[in-house]
């Protein structure tokens, strides 16, 4: 009996760490993502309004601690990402094909390839969580809602 494609292709956390994934290496993915996030035209207007400059270190603290809890079994992450996000009333799928693409490119940029690959997959989850969870709160018909296209970037 052959495995689930998935199950074949997406790395394992294990597989990650043995090619150097560490909390380090978390850290500088997420302050590279967001330096260009935050001066991204579509994706960068969002900051301003909810996080000011001086709440920028604890909000990347926060990042690290969820992506460590995600990709090494920390369990430091005590946030609650979703409502803040269901907050966001412009917030929509142009916002999220530019986060992918622009998280796609930085741990592509700073990560070995099953490193990075890894990331992937788990944004790519999550992005799909979000925009659900978002269209369900909204209210909107979710029977015909098409998975995100990929944009490249840059």
Known sequence: MSAHPRETTSPKAADAIA?????AMI???VHQFYALAREDDVIGPIFPDRVPDDHWAAHLDQIETFWTASLLGT???EGRPMPKHLAIRELNDTHF???LALFRHTVSTVCPPVTAQLFI???ERIAASFRINI????????VFHPPLKRESYP
Not at 19 to 23: F, K, V, Y
Not at 135 to 142: F, K, P, Q, S, Y
Request: proline share 0%; charged share 50%.
């Open 19 to 23: 090619e150097g994934l560490d909390e």
């Open 27 to 29: 850290r500088t993915v």
């Open 75 to 77: 369990r430091r992450y």
């Open 97 to 99: 094909m530019r986060w």
């Open 121 to 123: 997959d788990r944004s």
């Open 135 to 142: 269209a369900m709160h909204r209210g909107e018909d979710l």
